[in-house]
T-cell receptor
Framework: DAGVIQSPRHEVTEMGQEVTLRCKPISGHNSLFWYRQTMMRGLELLIYFNNNVPIDDSGMPEDRFSAKMPNASFSTLKIQPSEPRDSAVYFC?????????????FGPGTRLTVL | AQSVSQHNHHVILSEAASLELGCNYSYGGTVNLFWYVQYPGQHLQLLLKYFSGDPLVKGIKGFEAEFIKSKFSFNLRKPSVQWSDTAEYFCAVGGATNKLIFGTGTLLAVQP
């Protein structure tokens, strides 16, 4: 199994530009999670989906952030417009089901730098 | 609201020393507890988890953790660390949903 796939692995952009991060969960997994990791705030859950439906987006910082999951094998996290404070590593994770206790498998992350 | 507290932000040990990383959680209900590890340059991976049953959980690479309900704790232990254990360790708590709340992490440096 290829594991969770994220692209790009690194993204450098200028303030005000639109950024789109992509995630392909493990095949057959029904839940998908987007996290952001910073030195100051650690690992924060932004949003998660069960069966392609957003369940909890309370961690999304503001309206500049949006996430979609058009099908079971693809999700995007979009930031528009981007700001320097959005610089972080963004992780995607997936789990087999929405049952409590299911292990989450993480992707390699996208390191975003906003200048 | 759920929360996780990891008291040790940075730990430095010599090889063969014993390790204990603290994790305390706050949650009013049935909990699922996890320890994840992030090796330098790699993504997070599961070390071990507690879902139910025996409160002493054994994970990969000789790690174990004990769920003590009365203390709201899930401390991670290893009797003898190796240089290759240098990594960042994250405790996480889940409850009635599959959402996880992570602690801020503990950076472990093992000196050869």
């Amino acid at each position: 199994d290829a594991g969770v796939i994220q692209s790009p692995r690194h993204e450098v952009t200028e303030m005000g530009q639109e950024v789109t991060l992509r995630c392909k969960p493990i095949s057959g997994h029904n839940s998908l999670f987007w996290y952001r990791q910073t030195m100051m705030r650690g690992l924060e859950l932004l949003i998660y989906f069960n069966n392609n439906v957003p369940i909890d987006d309370s961690g999304m910082p503001e309206d500049r952030f949006s996430a979609k999951m058009p099908n079971a094998s693809f999700s995007t996290l979009k930031i528009q417009p981007s700001e320097p404070r959005d610089s972080a590593v963004y992780f995607c994770a997936s789990s087999l089901s929405d049952r409590p206790g299911d292990t989450q498998y993480f992707g390699p992350g996208t390191r975003l730098t906003v200048l | 609201a759920q929360s996780v507290s990891q008291h040790n932000h940075h730990v430095i040990l010599s090889e063969a020393a014993s390790l204990e990383l603290g994790c305390n959680y706050s949650y009013g209900g049935t909990v699922n507890l996890f320890w994840y590890v992030q090796y330098p340059g790699q993504h997070l991976q599961l070390l071990l988890k507690y879902f139910s049953g025996d409160p002493l959980v054994k994970g990969i690479k000789g790690f174990e953790a004990e769920f003590i309900k009365s203390k709201f704790s899930f401390n991670l232990r290893k009797p003898s660390v190796q240089w290759s254990d240098t990594a960042e360790y994250f405790c996480a708590v889940g409850g009635a949903t599959n959402k996880l709340i992570f602690g801020t992490g503990t950076l472990l440096a093992v000196q050869p």
